[in-house]
């Protein structure tokens, strides 16, 4: 019997050492490390050393240190669920990535998602090579007319500019005085305060200097000397960062702008000839994806503000026509980069474009005090001579979007400027003046501003010189708010299955327009044109109509996972478009929506 107990026990134990086992293992962060075909596509064309000989060596080191790893490749890039399963990401030497990946990358980190970038990561050099698996066309720095986008859509993330690929020769990082986190840890572990690298490798090697241009970004090492470099003018002596700690979103990253790889041992995978810093390297690589991956609640909001203003401005008569001279001035005021075209109409009081400017475009505005951060642009229109007497608006537009990205999603209106002018018959000279708002709507409304911004774009329209905020919205003019703030017009030639309207009737070319675009869908086989617009669809017409994408672990008590909206609903949340209501976490998915409410949700999406 006593050898029947003991046996038991044996058993007992063993079973219960194995659960802990795998409990500590799913405390583990889930890394992935990301082995990306194109880029190692292009290190062969290129003849360097290959990139999944980089992630190799921090995929065993990262194994080594104890953390849950996963190779991952392209495939999950390109979905930001399957990102979202990992809590921080390693991006060795991925140069190669298309807009659709950085994007979800991006929505990855502000959602809450961990990376470390380890040098040369997120550029897309395609640009000049069709035949790597057929990459968007996302150009280098000398392509987008400014440092501002060395990133793309991913550079916000990076929260600086990029500066420069410079070569260095004979050159050694070391750490900066900085507190953070990850160098404490660091220095702890070691059991010293100071980290050193150097390489002195005849040929030098190549490094990336960038700027930060926010408070987010800490620098953790710098570099402190070299022999020579071919761009003194760059890179300064122990000012010039080497790493940086990153907080953008609700995420957190590392950037590293050398090949700290190269200075590591892994396994049987040994550091480069000439480097030093194996063990500084291995524990600051730990502490950095310890950092980036652990649970934080800190949240450095995104802050898309871009400002458009007019000024000198004149209309009057000239021999042959009639001019209308206005600067239009785009100011960054918010924490990101922003680019776009600007440009300006004139319309009469039908609200009919009579004329409109050409598209100027602007590659970059940059979210710090520099020359960068406003671009002023002149404009001439000509009108006919024999102009009409009346009033006419002049409003300048920002579109938001790349010059070379025409489709509906990436080429957005988001601000503009409006100012009057009146022609009377009397005078050469037309008086400018301030449109007039809608009375019913007071500046002490909390929606004011997202109002009058929507009023200035042409989203919204009144009735009898009113808005009505707290009245209801119908579906269909919910419907019209979001093809006007996309700039779809509604087509005659679209069409819907219902059985309560007909070609012809009102609301019914822009309600078939919404069905196409996915805004708005039949319900049991009508359209219900005229019915309050409910909150629940909403929340599909804004996420289906912007093209938006998001995560969050927020859950409301009243939207269960099988609420058939429960993904667009949790999607406006993570993009901080609806807050619900806090007072008790719900979202009251069959509440109307008010007009002014309405009002506030599209601005934010167009934000």
Known sequence: MKYIIAFILILSIGW?????????????PKIGILYHGPSQTYTKMKKWSLVSDKADKLYQLYQSQGF?????????????????????IVFPYTVMMNVAERE?????????????????????????????????????????????WEWDNLTEVFASRFIDDVQLTNFTVKNTSNKHPVLTNTYKELGKTSLSFTNTRPTGDWIEVIEPWNKAISPLLTYTSYSATDKPNTIQKGSTG??????????????????????????????????????????????????????????????????????????????????????????????????????????????????????????????????????????????????????????????EGRKDRTSIAEQIP????????????????????????FPDVSKSNAAYQDMLSLYKLG?????????????????????????????????????????????????????????????????????????PMKRDVMAKAIVNGFKLQGSTEHNFKDISPTNPYHKEITTLYARGITTGFTIDNTYRPNNTVTRQQFTSFINRALH
């Open 414 to 437: 988001v601000v503009a400027s409006t100012k009057t002018f009146k022609k009377v018959s009397s005078s050469n000279n037309a008086g400018i003046g301030e449109v007039p708002f």
């Open 242 to 399: 080497a790493a940086y700690a990153v907080e953008y979103g609700k995420g957190r990253m590392v950037y590293i702008g050398f090949k700290m790889y190269d200075h590591i041992t892994a396994g049987k995978l040994q550091n480069w000839d000439k480097t030093t810093g194996d063990k500084d390297g291995q524990v600051f690589l730990k502490h950095s994806l310890n950092w980036v991956s652990e649970p934080h609640t800190t949240e450095l909001k995104r802050n898309y503000n871009v400002s458009l203003t007019q000024s000198n401005i004149s209309a009057y008569q000239r021999a042959n026509d009639f001019v209308v001279y206005s600067t239009v001035s785009a100011e960054n005021k918010g924490n990101v980069p922003a680019r776009g075209t600007v440009h300006i109409e004139v319309l009469d009081s039908n609200e009919k474009i009579i004329t409109t400017s050409k598209k100027m475009y602007i590659p970059g505005l940059s979210p710090d005090k520099t020359s960068y951060r406003i671009h002023n642009e002149k404009f001439q229109l000509s009108l006919p001579k024999k102009l009409a007497n009346g009033t006419y608006t002049i409003r300048a537009i920002f579109t």
């Open 459 to 531: 989203v919204i329209k009144g009735s009898k010189g009113k808005f009505y905020p707290t009245g209801t919205l119908s579906r269909v003019q919910a419907t019209e708010m979001i093809l006007r703030s996309l700039g779809i017009n509604a087509s005659a030639s679209a069409t819907m299955n219902v059985s309560d309207m007909k070609k012809g009737d009102y609301g019914y070319a822009a309600l078939a327009t919404g069905v196409r675009y996915g805004i708005i869908e039949p319900q049991n086989g009508k359209i219900n044109a005229f019915q």
């Open 16 to 28: 219960m050492t194995a659960t802990k086992e795998a409990s500590a293992e799913t405390d583990q």
């Open 104 to 148: 979800n990358v991006k929505l990855y980190i502000q959602d809450g998602g961990g990376a470390i970038f380890a040098f040369g990561t997120a550029r897309n050099e395609s640009a000049h090579m069709d035949t790597v698996q057929k990459n968007d066309r996302t150009p280098l720095i000398y392509d987008t007319l400014t440092w501002i």
């Open 68 to 88: 849950q790893v996963s190779k991952i490749t392209e495939t999950e890039l390109k979905s930001l669920s399957e990102l979202h399963k990992y809590d921080a």
